[in-house]
């Protein structure tokens, strides 16, 4: 597996962990229901130029290189609605060193540091750390098919868990901010009809066994 290194422009704005100040960090995905870092602020946000989409191949957390998973990155254009956390200045460092190593480990991610709109009373703009894909790494997945990213939601299974569940909790923590995101909800309501299925097989299966056929 290669890992190809962020542009040297992009690594110029990684956030500085040794940086005086409060540290606001972008959670689009997972982070926004399961951050693992202490905050001071949880606020709802907005980023203009970018958009959440499932084009990141899980090769760990959520998948394995023999039967990929599919997480989500920032990718190019649009606008993506997420949750922005403010970290005290004294857990700077520990929490950047925390998302480093929770969202770094094939290095498929730009850490980059971009203008963000907190979507509060006060509506003010603040710098927050985000993680974009790199487009030219091998885990970059691109616009996948319905049916393709149904697939590989459906096998994936890492470190973390199994790739259905993080799907369907991020479209749980958007239903939550009042956001519906057509591509994301049309997979979710995929997979609960397979969770249906499923269960109605297990069903079936249990009342022949209990009452088989005369």
């Known amino acids: 597996m290669r890992a190809i290194e962020p542009r040297t422009a992009a690594r110029r704005r990684r956030a500085d962990e040794s940086e005086a100040g409060d540290l606001w960090v972008f959670g689009y995905g997972s982070l926004m229901w399961q951050p693992g870092f202490d905050f001071l602020e949880r606020v709802p946000a907005r980023l203009v130029g970018l958009h959440r989409a499932l084009c990141v191949y899980s090769f760990v957390h959520r998948g394995t290189p023999e039967r990929p998973g599919?997480?989500?990155?920032?990718?190019?254009?649009?606008?993506?609605?997420?949750?922005?956390?403010?970290v005290a200045a004294a857990d700077r460092a520990a929490t950047v060193?925390?998302?480093?190593?929770?969202?770094?480990?094939?290095?498929?991610?730009?850490?980059?540091?971009?203008?963000?709109?907190?979507?509060?009373?006060t509506r003010r703009p603040v710098r927050a750390?985000?993680?974009?894909?790199?487009?030219?790494?091998?885990?970059?997945?691109?616009?996948?098919?319905?049916?393709?990213?149904?697939?590989?939601?459906?096998?994936?299974?890492?470190?973390?868990?199994?790739n259905r569940d993080y799907v369907l909790q991020t479209v749980g923590a958007l239903e939550a901010l009042g956001y519906r995101e057509t591509d994301l909800h049309r997979l979710a309501e995929k997979l609960n009809s397979g969770i249906a299925t499923e269960e109605s097989c297990i069903r079936n299966q249990a009342s022949r066994e209990r009452f088989p056929d005369p």
């Not at 599919?70 to 403010?86: E, S």
């Open 70 to 86: 599919l997480v989500l990155g920032l990718d190019r254009g649009g606008t993506c609605r997420g949750i922005a956390f403010r």
């Open 129 to 162: 750390l985000c993680f974009i894909v790199d487009r030219g790494h091998v885990q970059y997945a691109g616009r996948l098919t319905l049916a393709e990213r149904l697939h590989h939601v459906r096998q994936g299974h890492g470190r973390s868990g199994n």
């Open 97 to 121: 060193a925390y998302l480093r190593a929770r969202e770094q480990v094939t290095s498929v991610y730009v850490e980059t540091v971009r203008r963000i709109e907190l979507e509060d009373e």
